[in-house]
């Protein structure tokens, strides 16, 4: 039987009953659902819907006269009919805006922070992903001479700035370093990272000349990109909240996040705009039936730079979660993530 011919009562005492496990822990019974929703009804009745509901797939017992838990179907149907009217306090969030929009234009811990924000605010593993680093929009590149044989690489983007001390050859003077400063930031500002890593063999020959000069340079200014981008692409906060989950949930829930592939696939969403949330099997990955993945695009000047989501068990408080993380992608598309003043003035 379809979600949406379930009757009013059982819709009532199915939403509720779910909403009490999530909070609790403790499984259905029928005595459970009298006191705490349908004070109305009998036991006996409340049991009868209980075991229809259970046949439809919503609910599963764990054994013989035992409550019941509510399946993957189950909170399927919870979070559906928690997302119709889903909203969320932004005066209850009003710390995790102070503690994600820190006065720092280093991307590095603008991701740390937000990962930080979010988990803080969910009590669960949160994972921030640069699944769109290739939209950045470089905005100034500077190559600062430290001493001989090592330099700073510099590269500001729309979002904040990517930094990284460097080694490099004997050969590179400070003047060197001056001059490609200034070439690279006529040739690449307001473009995307994606145009400076990989299109090199479709620029023009009066753009390969002007770098052929700094290849070395600009070898560097590479390098720094693909070190930053490997170390922060899959960015986990908040392992240690996994004590407080039941064991077989926290093993699969750890196989995730040890996984770079693992975590890849369960934060893939075509989505660009919203929150989604995959529940158990619903998940691109077999192995993961407690699992549930909460997750949201951060789409910045229009382009989808990265994706925050939560990795808990299937008992999570969803409204709170999604409600947290709507909140956070909602900021970040509002204002300057890094902190800067908005060149509109807004």
């Keep these: ?168 050859s004997a050969s590179i003077t400070k003047q060197d370093c001056d001059n490609a400063s200034r070439v690279f930031s006529n040739i690449f500002s307001g473009k995307p990272i994606e145009f400076l890593t990989q299109n090199i063999n479709s620029f023009s020959d009066s753009v390969k000349k002007s770098m052929a000069e700094y290849e070395e340079v600009f070898k560097l200014v590479l390098e720094v990109l693909g070190t930053y981008y490997d170390r922060t692409k899959s960015n986990v906060k908040g392992v240690t909240k996994l004590l407080t989950v039941e064991n077989e949930q926290a093993r699969e829930i750890m196989e995730v996040l040890g996984s770079d592939r693992k975590l890849k696939e369960v934060m893939d969403t075509q989505e660009d705009s919203s929150v989604t949330i995959n529940i158990g099997e619903e998940n691109n990955q077999s192995g993961l039936n407690h699992v549930a993945v909460v997750r949201a695009p951060i789409v910045y000047d229009g382009k989808k730079i990265a994706t925050v989501g939560v990795i808990g068990p299937d008992r999570l408080d969803y409204a709170s979660v999604a409600g947290v993380l709507k909140f956070v992608t909602d900021e970040i598309a509002r204002q300057n993530i890094g902190g800067r003043d908005d060149k509109k003035g807004r």
């Design 1 to 168: 039987m379809s979600e949406e011919r379930l009757s009013d009562r059982k819709r009532i005492l199915l939403y509720n009953a779910i909403d009490n496990y999530i909070k609790v822990a403790s499984p259905i019974t029928s005595l459970l659902v009298k006191n705490s929703t349908l004070h109305d009804l009998s036991t006996a009745t409340i049991r009868n819907e209980l075991s229809a509901l259970e046949e439809m797939g919503y609910l599963r017992q764990l054994h013989t006269s035992s409550g019941r838990v509510p399946t993957a179907k189950g909170y399927r149907f919870f979070v559906n009919e928690t997302l119709k009217n889903s909203s969320y306090d932004k005066r209850s969030l009003k710390k995790v805006k102070q503690e994600m929009f820190s006065r720092t234009n280093n991307l590095s811990e603008i991701v740390d922070s937000i990962s930080k924000a979010v988990m803080g605010a969910t009590n669960y593993p949160t994972v921030f992903m640069f699944d769109g680093f290739q939209n950045l929009i470089i905005e100034d590149i500077r190559i600062v001479f430290l001493l001989q044989g090592q330099v700073l690489v510099l590269i500001d983007t729309n979002v904040g700035a990517i930094s990284n001390t460097i080694s490099s």
